[in-house]
């Protein structure tokens, strides 16, 4: 066709070497920094602290308080085990995945594993740790809402069975976006020992 350019012949793969002086701008094959940054234009979150979930490398050996994350807690310092507050039956900790930011589990020390297998005592400060438990993360947090609850067994979604828990998990408007639903990613913007602080410093306040 009149003028237009000639056809340039298809480039042979086995050419396909190394950038050179001589061939400024052909990147190496496969070399990073000869293509785009973000071909897709996608930016990446990583999360590669849920694989220790994933791979339920943190799951319990067994059912049994030797093995129980909720009975050993309490034995370390509350810095290290992310305990906010302790009672004297039960006690509110940092849930280690959580949901939300700021997301509680408030827990009987004694190795329990149903809600009617609480005593008295432990079923009023169950229930007095988790109103305070609201307090705290409102007057810290700021949140919309609260979903609270325990999952009975393993089939109700209990990841930890064997040693009753009660959630308490802040909910913001527009908090379930994108990223749980497509990605099944979840962005927390604060690390768990600052929001331990927060807590606990809010507490008794």
């Known amino acids: ?45 990583w999360t590669p602290h849920r694989m220790v979930y994933i791979g339920g490398q943190d799951k319990p050996a067994d059912a049994t308080e030797h093995a129980c994350p909720f009975c050993l807690a309490p034995e370390k310092s509350d810095e290290d085990a992310l305990i906010v507050a302790r009672g004297t039956t039960v006690y509110a900790i940092l849930n280690l995945y959580p949901y939300n930011p700021g997301h509680l589990l408030v827990c009987p020390y004694r190795h329990v594993a149903d809600y009617t297998d609480l005593t008295p005592e432990e079923t009023i400060e169950l229930a007095e740790f988790t109103q305070q438990a609201m307090r705290v993360v409102r007057a810290v947090s700021g949140p919309d809402g609260f979903n609270i609850g325990m999952n009975q067994g393993q089939l109700a979604g209990a990841g930890i069975a064997a040693h009753l828990h009660q959630h308490l998990v802040p909910r913001w408007i527009g908090d379930a976006n994108f990223l749980p639903i497509v990605a099944q990613t979840k962005a927390l913007p604060q690390v768990h020992s600052q929001v331990q602080q927060l807590f606990a410093e809010a507490w008794n306040r």
Do not use: K, Y
């Open 1 to 45: 066709m009149s003028g237009s350019s000639p056809e340039q012949p298809a480039a042979d793969p086995a050419d396909r070497t190394a950038a050179s002086p001589a061939s400024p701008g052909i990147p190496e094959p496969e070399a990073a920094a000869g293509f785009p940054g973000e071909p897709d234009g996608l930016q990446r979150l």
